[in-house]
Antibody, heavy 117, light 111 residues
Framework: QVQLVESGGGVVQPGRSLRLSCAAS????????MHWVRQAPGKGLEWLAIIWYDGSKKYYADSVKGRFTISRDNAKKTLYLQMNSLRDEDTAVYYC??????????WGQGTLVTVSS | QSALTQPRSVSGSLGQSVTISCTGPNIDVDDYNYVSWYQQHPGKAPKLIIYNVNKRPSGVPDRFSDSKSGNTASLTISGLQAEDEADYYCCSFAGSYTFGVFGGGTKLTVL
């Protein structure tokens, strides 16, 4: 059974950095594009970033471009999201998701990031 | 980035059918192929229920179906069950390297 497990969330002050991880198992991680999606408390879903299966291409939503960096280590079957210059509005549950045919077919359970002084 | 518009809430009775609309400028002939629908129960991760023009992942019942008319995609849930009560999100590829634009979500209440 496909598993995606996020970690690295927590409470961080505005302007600081945080790195999220997403450990994948039970599928060929290196064959899939991967995404990060977030959900602010009581709000809807927001797509953040995609990385190609081999890491060769990366694209970002305007809201995080220049501040967040998506990366992956296929040998470790792990996806990352480096988040810099965090703002109050970045407070959300962050999900990693597998990309298939233009959709997000498998999701992790999410990790909560709270940006607060 | 384009925005997708969904009704904030819909309701239906057990056994009945309900339709949730999703309207946006990128839901045209080409990008309709990339419209997907997600179900989210409170405190849980979203779950893919429809993608790629009426494809359903394994385990998703055929009570869930989608359609399109003009710039509006629609999710229809027939034979409503209590466990269908959840939030539903549509999503579309928006071009220009934006790989997912979500609608605001629709809360389905099963009466």
């Amino acid at each position: 059974q496909v598993q995606l497990v996020e970690s690295g969330g927590g409470v961080v002050q505005p302007g600081r950095s945080l790195r999220l991880s997403c450990a994948a198992s039970e599928f060929t991680f290196s064959s899939y594009g991967m995404h990060w999606v977030r959900q602010a408390p009581g709000k809807g879903l927001e797509w953040l970033a995609i990385i190609w299966y081999d890491g060769s291409k990366k694209y970002y939503a305007d809201s995080v471009k220049g501040r967040f960096t998506i990366s992956r280590d296929n040998a470790k079957k792990t996806l990352y999201l480096q988040m810099n210059s965090l703002r109050d509005e970045d407070t959300a549950v962050y999900y990693c998701a597998r990309g298939v045919a233009g959709a997000f077919d498998q999701w992790g359970q999410g990790t909560l990031v709270t940006v607060s002084s | 980035q384009s925005a997708l518009t969904q009704p904030r809430s819909v309701s239906g009775s057990l056994g009945q059918s309900v339709t949730i609309s999703c309207t946006g400028p990128n839901i045209d002939v080409d990008d309709y192929n990339y419209v997907s629908w997600y179900q989210q129960h409170p405190g849980k991760a979203p779950k893919l229920i429809i993608y790629n023009v009426n494809k359903r992942p394994s385990g998703v019942p055929d009570r869930f179906s989608d359609s399109k008319s003009g710039n509006t995609a629609s999710l229809t849930i027939s034979g409503l069950q209590a466990e269908d009560e959840a939030d539903y999100y549509c999503c579309s590829f928006a071009g220009s390297y934006t790989f997912g634009v979500f609608g605001g979500g629709t809360k389905l209440t099963v009466l």
